[in-house]
């Protein structure tokens, strides 16, 4: 092996939250801004993780809307305020490995 090169690490199954965790931080990291603050975007973040590993229709936006409003705890943000954050976690769910996604 070559200075400098590294080898990819296979993801286990129990590394499941290591991925959307990082993906988490990172994507924070570049929407954090004014007032956004983790303790409000963090909810949104577990929303989407939850909704996708349920496989809740993403066209439902009436029913998403009222079930963010009844887990989204100490969040400040409206429905209308994470949605794009969500949708966007959503996308990067979908690229993610199954296992890393889905194990228990």
Same mark, same amino acid.
Request: proline share 4%; glycine share 4%; hydrophobic share 40%.
């Given at each position: 092996?070559?200075?400098?090169?590294?080898?990819?690490?296979?993801?286990?199954?129990?590394?499941?939250?290591?991925?959307?965790?990082?993906?988490?931080?990172?994507?924070?990291?570049?929407?954090?801004?004014? *007032?956004?603050?983790?303790?409000?975007?963090?909810? /949104?973040?577990?929303?989407?993780?939850?909704?996708?590993?349920?496989?809740?229709?993403?066209?439902?936006? /009436?029913?998403? *809307?009222?079930?963010?409003?009844?887990?989204?705890?100490?969040?400040?943000?409206?429905?209308?305020?994470?949605?794009?954050?969500?949708?966007?976690?959503?996308?990067?769910?979908?690229?993610?490995?199954? /296992?890393?996604?889905? /194990?228990?």
């Amino acid at each position: 092996m070559r200075r400098g090169r590294h080898r990819r690490r296979q993801q286990a199954a129990g590394e499941v939250a290591q991925d959307f965790v990082q993906y988490s931080l990172a994507d924070y990291s570049r929407r954090r801004r004014g *007032a956004l603050r983790w303790p409000d975007l963090q909810p /949104a973040y577990a929303f989407a993780l939850t909704t996708h590993a349920a496989d809740w229709p993403r066209d439902s936006e /009436a029913e998403l *809307a009222e079930h963010w409003e009844q887990v989204r705890g100490g969040s400040r943000l409206r429905w209308e305020q994470v949605r794009d954050l969500v949708e966007d976690a959503w996308l990067a769910l979908d690229r993610m490995p199954v /296992a890393a996604v889905h /194990a228990r």
